[in-house]
């Protein structure tokens, strides 16, 4: 790589229309780049894969980061982008089909539909006979509860509020700009347990971790209402498929309407599956592409994060000559001695900032002049330093 040239590798296919942010004289991007300065994928796993030491950013383009060894790259000081919102219309868009093939039984009725033979009169005749083993419900008037209120969750509340259902949600990270895009007809609940009691569907838009898995337990599913409905666009390890398919066998839950198939739920006969389709649209992949290019460009360029999962948010303004960019442990002064290092070996600091998440900490120094690879090497030494990087010049 050149002193101004950045070498990008892309797994899987990342939209052009994402693509094309990477301004080509800066950067290099493709499928068979060696030693990349940074990494985008989509659903690869990188944990089965070796990410080469030259790696200093991971973008996702999508929101889960599940496939991505996140705590290792935080050890190493590499921020993990993801693309948050950027496909919530398309989600919420699947999630209210996914409620409406749930209550009006349109698999079923679709298969019983293609199954017909004959003339129009014998099919008229059919049809008559045969339609009420599919007659369902309507949402109106029915409780929606939803599950984590963020870009998806949040989206998905005012579609219930709007197809005019009473809608109820839990989030305890709901932050006060999600809130302030919620239709104050939602009602944010004080706990699970209560949500679960009073909903007729639960849709559910929290991330794999361990303090979600097997969110939807058996001893949840029995609080609900009979014929309750839930619908799963987040991740299969969010609900108890056991218990799931337990409750439908008994008649206690309706209906299960999944994005994760699995031998259990594929031909179930309550249970709708769908092909992991909840953000394949191509509106969807271009706006997860543009957003997480974007937020790699900004780091490479400046030093700039925004929508890290591992990395504070720290967003830079004017213009920068010379700069450079750490990360390290937040148990230590880090920026403090940073800063007594760079001072000590005659290096102007103009200014300097820095946020903490975790345990890690990163700043941003830019100085009076450029800081020579020597004074670099020194920074680096400094106990509980992750990574250093002098900015390149454009």
């Known amino acids: ?115 017909l033979e004959g003339d129009d009169a014998t099919l008229h005749k059919a049809v008559e006979a045969g339609k009420k083993a599919f007659a369902g419900f309507e949402l109106s ?31 305890p990270a709901l932050t006060v700009e999600a809130a302030w895009q919620l239709d104050p007809r939602v009602t944010h609940l004080r706990s699970l347990d209560e949500l679960f009691t009073v909903a007729d569907y ?23 209402r009979p014929g309750a409905v839930i619908v799963n666009f987040a991740r ?21 309407v999944s994005d994760f198939p699995t031998a259990a739920t594929t031909r179930h006969p309550r249970c709708v599956t769908l092909p992991h389709l909840g953000a394949s649209t191509g509106e969807a992949e271009d706006n997860c592409a543009v957003m997480v290019a974007d937020q790699v460009r900004d780091f490479l360029d400046r030093g700039d994060v925004r929508n890290s999962v591992n990395f504070p948010q720290v967003i830079t303004a004017g213009p920068l000559a010379h700069r450079l960019v750490y990360a390290g442990a937040s148990t230590s002064p880090l920026s403090s001695m ?40 020194q920074l680096r030494q400094v106990d509980g330093v992750s990574m250093v990087r002098v900015i390149p010049p454009a």
């Open 1 to 115: 790589m050149s002193a101004s040239r950045f070498r990008i590798l892309t797994l899987n296919n990342i939209s052009p229309v994402g693509l094309a942010r990477l301004d080509a004289a800066r950067y290099e991007t493709g499928t068979t780049i060696v030693d990349p300065d940074a990494m985008l994928v989509r659903s690869a796993d990188l944990h089965t894969m070796p990410i080469a030491d030259t790696v200093k950013a991971i973008g996702r383009a999508g929101s889960g980061t599940n496939n991505i060894p996140v705590p290792a790259m935080t050890t190493r000081g590499v921020p993990v982008f993801n693309a948050p919102g950027a496909n919530a219309n398309a989600v919420k868009e699947l999630v209210i089909a996914g409620l409406i093939m749930a209550s009006r039984s349109i698999g079923p009725g679709w298969q019983f539909a293609r199954g």
């Open 141 to 171: 008037g029915r409780t929606l509860a939803v599950i984590g209120l963020g870009a998806i969750g949040g989206r998905v509340a005012n579609a219930g509020v709007a197809l005019g259902m009473r809608v109820v949600g839990f989030d």
């Open 202 to 224: 639960v849709s559910l838009h929290v991330p794999l971790m361990p303090a979600t898995r097997g969110l939807v337990s058996a001893g949840r599913l029995q609080m609900m």
């Open 236 to 256: 299969e390890g969010i609900v108890d498929e056991a218990a799931i398919v337990a409750a439908l066998n008994a008649g206690a839950l309706h209906a299960y």
């Open 338 to 377: 940073m800063l007594a290092t760079l001072e000590t070996a005659g290096v102007t600091a103009t200014t300097s900032t820095s946020g903490t998440r975790g345990d890690l900490v990163y700043g941003v120094v830019d100085t009076a002049t450029e800081v020579p690879a020597a004074v670099v090497e």
